[in-house]
């Protein structure tokens, strides 16, 4: 994705932070502005993604199964566990 305007800004010549500046990039700018949106539309699903891969690995270290807990718990009456 980011090939094109690379191979255009080496051809150029410009340096990085006015070539891929679409206020002092016209030639480009339409270009540039398409990339900046494409990217940023990629990032929104890869931070959510990442924010529930952090999730789930937090719920997986602190779930506790029903095969962990010990028989006895179970057998406990509901009043028992909520204090009625």
């Given at each position: 994705m980011k090939a094109q305007p690379e191979t255009a800004r080496h051809a150029a010549g410009e340096a990085i932070g006015v070539f891929y500046d679409p206020r002092q990039n016209a030639a480009?700018?339409?270009?540039?502005?398409r990339l900046h949106r494409l990217m940023e539309e990629m990032a929104?699903?890869?931070q959510r993604a990442e924010a529930w891969g952090r999730a789930a690995s937090?719920?997986?270290?602190?779930h506790t199964s029903e095969a962990d807990v010990e028989p006895a718990e179970f057998e406990k009456p509901a009043d028992a566990l909520f204090g009625a």
């Open positions: 480009h700018a339409a270009e540039l502005q929104s699903p890869m937090g719920a997986d270290q602190h």
